[in-house]
C-alpha cells in the first residue's frame, strides 16, 4: 500500500459578515494573517510538503492558502481554486479526493466549517473541533485515492 495524506485547513480569521460585503470576499484580519504565518512556520519546523494546494474561492480560504504556500516555498502557480469547496459537504470532500491522480500523496485542502468539521468527523468516526485556522491530518494506506471512499483504517492528527 502507499501512504497518502489529507490535511484540511479551515481558513483563518476574516472580518465579521456584514452587508458591504459578499461572504466570499471577507479578507483576513490581522490576526488571521498572523495565525496562517505561524501554522506555516509549524509546517516548516515539521518538514510537511504538500503535492497539492486546494482552496475555496473566497477571499478568506485564498489569501490562508497564499499566505502558507509562500511560506513554505510551495510554487503559488500550483495553487488551486476549486469551487466546489465553497459551502462543500462531505461527499464533495471525498468526490475531490477521489479524483485525485494517484501521483499526489500528501494534499492540502484550505476551505470553511461546517464542511470541513462534518467531512473529519466522517473520516474519524468521532467529533472533530475546527476552529479558524485549525489544521487536521488524516493518514491512511491507498493505492489510489479513487478507493478513499472503501476504506476503514484512518489515522487522525490535530496539528495546532
Not at 56 to 64: C, K, L
Not at 86 to 107: E, G, R, V
Not at 116 to 122: A, G, Q, R
Amino acid at each position: 500500500m502507499h501512504p497518502r495524506h489529507v490535511y484540511l485547513l479551515r481558513h483563518a480569521k476574516a472580518e465579521s459578515a456584514n452587508s458591504k460585503h459578499l461572504d466570499e470576499d471577507r479578507a483576513l484580519t490581522v490576526r488571521g494573517v498572523d495565525d496562517a504565518k505561524k501554522l506555516a512556520s509549524k509546517l516548516i519546523k515539521k518538514g510537511i510538503v504538500f503535492d497539492l494546494i486546494l482552496t475555496s474561492p473566497a477571499i478568506r480560504a485564498i489569501t490562508t492558502a497564499q499566505i502558507i504556500a509562500h511560506k513554505i516555498d510551495y510554487q503559488q502557480r500550483h495553487l488551486k481554486v476549486e469551487k466546489r469547496l465553497y459551502q462543500a459537504n462531505p461527499d464533495h470532500f471525498l468526490m475531490i479526493l477521489t479524483k485525485l491522480h494517484k501521483k499526489i500523496k500528501k494534499i492540502l485542502i484550505v476551505a470553511h466549517n461546517p464542511g470541513l468539521e462534518e467531512f473529519s468527523e466522517m473520516l474519524a468516526g468521532e467529533s472533530v473541533s475546527m476552529q479558524t485556522c485549525s489544521l487536521v491530518e488524516f493518514s491512511f494506506d491507498l493505492k489510489d485515492w479513487k478507493d478513499l471512499d472503501k476504506i476503514h483504517t484512518v489515522e487522525l492528527t490535530i496539528l495546532n
